[in-house]
């Protein structure tokens, strides 16, 4: 096994708490069947794919979104309900991505959107100070700017050449079983990120 001489890391899960039933459950209590089916850890139907690609755009991401709520449920409830997903930064582990930067070329990529990288970004805000992730990187690769996403393995070869890194010396860390598969079949080094687990708890 080759030596690590970089790391990817995924965002949600890793980096930044996120719990999947809140908005589950907020989309719930706006009528929405069954949530589950159209957004989770393991799957995003054609709407939420699209908004991860970039493929749509936010206003007619909500047309599409109120079709499955109640009657004149509005925009703002609609966000709310889509951002319950986000809590809080973990913010040791950012301090220990600090650290990693001295010894490794590390980078982030994460499956996103741009209404919840507006409002990850304010919570980064709010508890560091920091108006952006992009500091802890040499550079981040973010779904609906990239116009890719995981777990696909052509996502992994495109950022491993933008990049300009060998996968076989490239550590990728996430939580979703899904993408580390994806990221097995690229010829990456992998971790999966377990419930309750860390990324300081890692000997990196």
């Known amino acids: 096994m080759a030596a690590i ?4 890391f995924d965002l949600g899960g890793v980096l930044l708490d996120i719990d999947y039933f809140k908005t589950a459950k907020a989309f719930s209590d706006l009528g929405v069947q069954d949530f589950g089916t159209l957004y989770s850890q393991a799957n995003a139907n054609h709407l939420f794919e699209a908004l991860e690609t970039g493929t749509i755009a936010e206003d007619d991401f909500y ?11 509005s925009r703002e409830q609609m966000q709310q309900a889509w951002n319950a ?16 930067k001295t010894r490794y070329t590390v980078f982030l990529l994460s499956n ?12 980064l805000l709010e508890q560091t ?10 550079k981040s690769y973010y779904s609906h700017l990239i116009n890719k996403r995981k777990p696909y393995v052509a996502t992994y070869d495109w950022v491993l050449q933008d990049a300009q890194i060998v996968a076989e010396e490239t550590l990728f ?11 097995m079949e ?11 687990e860390t990324i300081q708890q890692l000997s990196l």
């Open 173 to 183: 860390i996430d939580d979703s079983i899904n993408n580390i598969k994806g990221a």
């Open 85 to 100: 997903i986000l809590l809080d930064f973990r913010v040791e582990s950012l301090a220990v991505l600090e650290q990693l």
């Open 5 to 8: 001489k970089n790391i990817i």
């Open 112 to 123: 996103t959107n741009s209404i919840h990288l507006t409002a990850f970004n304010q919570i």
């Open 63 to 73: 047309k599409s979104l109120q079709g499955y709520c109640r009657p004149a449920t």
């Open 186 to 196: 690229a010829g990456l080094q992998t971790h999966c990120l377990l419930p309750h």
């Open 129 to 138: 100070g920091k108006s952006s992730l992009d500091g802890y990187f040499i």
